[in-house]
């Protein structure tokens, strides 16, 4: 869905293609607070050398850098071709994650960043231009396969594997893989520390394709994606007139913004990814998609106006479902998050 029609996951670009009334900077995944969540998870995790060079490198600890990625979204292009970061007079909360990051360095790497991230794609809602930035946050590879693979449709070589990747060649001291433009150790680290939390949520890697009547659809087989039949990462499935993306963005109430004992302890549970870090991304992607399965288990979809409603057989265990699939991801993606960084400063 992704290169053809790239869904902002975590509140993404298709809801705007769609014309749902999400303004520019409405893309946040987990929300804020739940980026947060996963890098104070991973800020307990770290080594002693892997913190201090955290500290020296991003001037700023994982919790507090978790947002950045969504806090960019708020640099927009000006007619003269410049960028520059711009409240939102009509969400004035996107602001709450951001405000470390507006002192006057800060913003001109955030307006840098988004400025060498803009053109490697192209990114519309309608005929606006949105960045090719914006699409690093998503995948959206149909749930019927059981696995990652740069093959399927709904991936493309600036997407959520393909970015994660960057940041951590970056951090291992190589240069920004193309397209990506990721200037330095600090950027890799702040992009890095926000698609971690991407990479665990479920609508942001995999992705239900129906046609009008609410049947799955399989790209696969089609071997295209069509784009009446995307859904967006699940912005244009609605449950209970709800956007069913930001549902899943939502954390449990009790969580907060930082991680709590529990969340640290099945952190502390989760198995570590054999092989290679240059190939952790996709195994965690392929362990996305399978949750991402398992979260649309015995679910429904009807027509309903140009989006589709969803149903569940079991409302209240689906519900239950999803507060479980939402902590053990969070502890998942700050444990990962601390293992990348432990690998490359043991
Ligand atoms: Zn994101």
């Not at 149909?142 to 940041?167: E, S």
Request: glycine share 6%.
């Amino acid at each position: 869905m992704f290169a053809k029609f790239p869904i902002l996951r975590w509140y993404p670009a298709l809801v705007i293609l769609l014309g749902l009334a999400l303004g520019p900077a409405s893309a946040h995944a987990w929300g804020y607070k739940g980026h947060r969540v996963v890098g104070s998870i991973a800020d307990q995790m770290l080594t002693a050398n892997a913190r201090q060079q955290v500290a020296h490198i991003l001037g700023f600890d994982l919790k507090t850098a978790g947002p950045w990625l969504d806090c960019v979204k708020s640099v927009a292009r000006q007619a003269d071709g410049t960028f520059v970061y711009t409240t939102n007079p009509n969400h004035p909360e996107y602001e709450t994650p951001c405000t470390q990051f507006r002192t006057a360095d800060e913003q001109q790497r955030m307006e840098d960043y988004v400025a060498r991230n803009w053109t490697q794609c192209s990114y519309k809602a309608g005929n606006v231009e949105r960045g090719c930035h914006n699409t690093y946050h998503f995948d959206d590879v149909a749930i019927q396969r059981d696995r990652f693979d740069r093959n399927y449709q709904g991936t493309n070589d600036h997407d959520l594997v393909a970015a994660t990747n960057a940041t951590i060649a970056v951090l291992l001291g190589r240069p920004s893989p193309p397209p990506f433009s990721i200037k330095d150790k600090k950027e890799a680290l702040f992009v890095l520390s926000h698609l971690m939390g991407d990479l665990h949520q479920p609508m942001h890697v995999g992705s239900v394709y129906l046609d009008k009547a609410g049947n799955l659809v399989d790209p696969e087989v089609t071997h295209t994606i069509d784009p009446a039949t995307e859904t967006a990462g699940a912005n244009s499935i609605l449950d209970r007139n709800r956007n069913f993306h930001s549902e899943w963005d939502d954390i449990p109430d009790d969580l907060g913004e930082a991680s709590t004992p529990e969340l640290l302890m099945a952190a502390k549970a989760v198995a570590a990814i054999p092989g290679r870090i240059e190939n952790w991304s996709v195994a965690w992607a392929t362990d996305t998609l399978l949750v991402a399965q398992e979260a649309f288990t015995g679910a429904s979809f009807a027509p309903s106006g140009s989006k589709w409603a969803i149903t569940f057989g079991d409302r209240d265990a689906y519900l239950r479902q999803a507060d479980a699939i939402k902590r053990r991801q969070l502890a998942k993606a700050g444990a990962r998050l601390a293992a990348v960084l432990n690998t490359i400063w043991p």
